[in-house]
């Protein structure tokens, strides 16, 4: 049984269709997904989902509860764009969400923080949101502005694309390739979705298209090239006559000349349909049009069905969006654009998303979707289907995440590099930071190595002796010390000694935003936090590994002597003689590869540390695990290069 008084049908399948016409325009592009306002009324989460299984990466939505709940709907990995830009008071809740600000302005560009990855939007004439003429004027001056920021996108927004050969478009185009080339680093975007079909010259690298994904027309005066995504029928209430006369509705704004048919339907401005529509609009019948006659009322709107062919009874549905008017035919009729048609239908009541996936589930108070697509059948009819396609989208998921990840991890550690390699610097922080992770370091690898020589030592003797070769305990506790173990267990050592300390030291600045406060004073948290500690890292880890040899041999040594009953001076000879060159700078140049990841993680981790205590202990603990994990995997690497 319906219950509903109106029935809005979804099709996901026109959406996608949609979504694949709009990237072959634009093949040499990444297509972004523009979800803001409910994705104009149709849903959010099953239009990002659309998305998401067709390869989009990339999402904008308008504010930032609507990123924290694209967040929530996505998990980890795809990049969401604010176009809002950096709230005031909210900026930490952009980090803790994993959300990309659309900075408008220099002011804002000076409000986030050093090395999180932002979107820079440059007004060239649209006069809302970006950085205005004179701030673009002062960025091209001086690029230096935005130098510490990690520019992932720069944007801009055509205002008339819409308008076949308004001159403000390619005036547009100009300046924004103008400026573009200031970040050659950056992706660049220009067109919405009537710019995709202007010309090739303005993708660029990635492309917005927002109404168009939803069936408005992207090319007004032509045939629309979008499949239709949304149509609406509403239920006929009652039919009556009006003679003539009299008048319908509130402000009796229709009088009737001669006997008139009044339907009334079950629709109204609460349910989104635009009082403008008054004596105007028109809804439709088995394909034929009937006008609306008086005002649109809260939840009933009156008909005129005197001319309609056949015989309309209480009960049947009348189309007020489908084949014989779409959302653009509908809001040209009330003076208004079809993006208004979309969210106020889809957006003013309130939806329950339904678990299916493939289910656009979306009951809209008196709006009830009942439109299946074909893989909402299939999932109902086929289990299989369902949770196999689940498990597709969580691997794809987790492996574009992860692709995502590294992506950041590298170009942190290039930013990292080049400032270790540039002035200015800080010796008083670089001699500090030796003395922490190098000498504050010596007792807990002084005593791993020692411990793991003697171990070693009465291992290899003990299982040697079945084969009479007892004589290689020296050359085996050597050559495992100084290929193998001591940087391997230095590296273990200092990842949960200094790795945990750096992460949870840089995240407590973070979400204390002592680390914001540096960029307002134009302080490189780059230069002045990262650099000192990944280079003091990569130096201070081969010698504590050195120092780690020596003390690894020598309690192997005393073991061989003062247990194993051995000569002291064959023990020496034999280490000697079988201990070469390659052995202990295999080792050396595998510690400082470890002292490089080892602070790389856990000053990646501790400066994108989430908020609060639990995200800085989130932070620690990531840092010392994926340190552990890229030790054991360089390991192998690096054995490989040395000894294949």
């Known amino acids: 049984m319906i219950t509903a008084a109106s029935l809005l049908d979804i099709n996901l399948d026109a959406v996608a269709d949609n979504i694949r016409l709009l990237q072959s325009r634009a093949p040499k592009a990444a297509m972004a997904g523009v979800v803001k306002a409910n994705a104009y009324g149709v849903g959010m989460e099953q239009v990002a989902k659309v998305h998401r299984r067709l390869g989009t990466n990339t999402f904008f939505v308008a504010t930032l509860d609507e990123g924290i709940a694209l967040r929530k709907i996505l998990g980890a990995g795809p990049e969401i764009g604010i176009l809002g830009g950096l709230f005031h008071g909210a900026e930490g809740e952009y980090p803790a969400h994993d959300l990309m600000p659309v900075l408008n302005s220099l002011e804002s560009v000076s409000r ?254 008196r709006f009830s979707v009942m439109s299946m697509t074909r893989q909402q059948m299939m999932s109902q009819s086929i289990p299989f289907l369902k949770f196999l396609t689940e498990t597709c989208q969580a691997i794809g998921g987790t492996i574009l995440a992860l692709f995502q990840s590294c992506g950041r991890l590298a170009l942190f550690l290039i930013q990292a590099v080049i400032n270790v390699f540039t002035p200015p610097y800080f010796p008083r922080l670089i001699k500090q930071q030796f003395i922490d992770i190098g000498y504050y370091s010596l007792p807990v690898v002084g005593m791993t190595t020692l411990f793991t020589g003697m171990v070693l030592a009465l291992q290899s003797y003990t299982g040697f002796s079945r084969f009479n070769a007892e004589s290689a305990v020296a050359g085996v506790v050597v050559l495992s010390m100084t290929r193998e173990l001591a940087p391997v267990l230095a590296g273990l050592m200092v990842a949960g000694r200094v790795g945990a300390a750096i992460a949870a030291e840089i995240g407590t600045m973070r979400v204390t935003e002592q680390i914001d406060a540096m960029s307002t004073l134009s302080v490189n948290p780059f230069k002045y936090l990262i650099a000192p500690r990944i280079l003091a890292g990569t130096v201070m880890l081969p010698v504590l590994v050195l120092i780690g040899d020596l003390i690894g041999v020598f309690g192997g040594y005393m073991i061989s002597i003062y247990k194993l009953n051995f000569s002291a001076g064959n023990y020496l000879h034999q280490t000697w003689d079988v201990v070469q060159s390659i052995d202990v700078t295999s080792g050396l140049v595998k510690a400082a590869v470890f002292g490089l990841i080892v602070t790389a993680m856990g000053c990646y981790h501790g400066f994108n540390s989430g908020r609060g205590a639990q995200g800085v202990g989130a932070a620690t603990t990531n840092a010392v695990v994926s340190a552990s994990i890229l030790i054991l995997i360089f390991n192998y690497i690096l054995t490989q290069v040395f000894f294949s």
């Open 112 to 365: 986030w923080a050093a090395g999180r990855p932002a979107i820079l939007h440059i007004d060239t004439g649209m006069r809302r949101l970006g950085l205005d003429t004179k701030e673009t004027e002062r960025l091209k001056n001086d690029p230096a502005l935005v130098s510490h920021l990690d520019i992932a996108i720069v944007m801009s927004h055509f205002a008339c694309a819409d308008e076949p050969g308004h001159p403000l478009t390619p005036e547009q185009f100009t300046k924004f390739n103008d400026i573009q080339t200031l970040f050659p680093n950056a992706r660049k975007s220009l067109s919405n979705s009537a710019g995709i079909f202007v010309s090739p010259d303005y993708h660029f690298d990635l492309i917005r298209p927002g109404m168009a994904v939803y069936g408005l027309n992207p090319t007004p005066g032509q045939p629309n090239p979008m499949k239709p995504v949304v149509q609406i029928k509403t239920r006929l209430l009652q039919i009556r006559d009006a003679l003539d006369g009299e008048t319908v509705g509130y402000a009796a704004s229709y009088t009737a000349k001669g006997t008139r048919r009044i339907a009334t339907v079950a629709l109204g401005y609460a349910d989104g349909f635009l009082r403008s529509l008054s004596n105007r609009g028109k809804m439709f019948w088995q394909g034929q049009a009937i006008p609306i006659v008086g005002r649109v009322s809260m939840d009933l709107v009156t008909l005129d069905v005197t001319d309609v062919q056949g015989n309309p009874q209480a009960g049947d549905w009348v189309k007020v969006l489908g084949p014989d008017q779409d959302a653009d035919t509908l809001a040209a009729a009330a003076g208004t654009i079809g993006y208004e048609i979309l969210t106020d239908l889809g957006n003013l009541t309130p939806g329950v998303i339904a678990e299916n996936p493939f289910n656009p589930g979306l009951f809209r108070g």
